[in-house]
């Protein structure tokens, strides 16, 4: 019964910042790396960060020095601030876990996604 739930997403212009959070619950034995991933509206569901279970990051160069992924003190929650944000930033913005449920191969988990609309 593991679940990703994502919050934060919004409205705003551009300049702004927004941030946003994913918490994994349910019978989660171990969490390899969480992640966020988006997809604009006509393209394909790209990575924009992920964060592994010893801290090592990763961003695509469209949002480097912009956007910084963290992890929450419990290891089971990931955050997204997102700062100067561009019109281009628009997107669904999923959460992504790479885990092992119990007594459950590792495998991904995603979340429903949330929507990050910047205006111009």
């Known amino acids: 019964q593991v679940q990703l739930v994502e919050s934060g997403g919004g409205l705003v212009q551009a300049g702004g910042s927004l941030r946003l959070s994913c918490a994994a619950s349910g019978s989660i034995f171990s969490i390899n790396a969480m992640g966020w991933y988006r997809q604009a509206p006509g393209k394909q569901r790209e990575l924009v960060s992920v964060?592994?279970?010893?801290?090592?990051?990763n961003y695509a160069d469209s949002v480097k020095g912009r956007f910084t992924i963290s992890r929450g003190n419990a290891k089971n929650t990931v955050y997204l601030q997102m700062n100067s944000l561009k019109p281009e930033d628009t997107a669904v913005y999923y959460c992504?876990?790479?885990?092992?449920?119990?007594?459950?191969?590792?495998?991904?988990?995603w979340g429903q996604g949330t929507q990050v609309t910047v205006s111009s």
């Open positions: 964060i592994t279970s010893r801290g090592s990051t």
């Open positions: 992504n876990a790479d885990l092992r449920a119990t007594a459950t191969p590792r495998r991904d988990y």
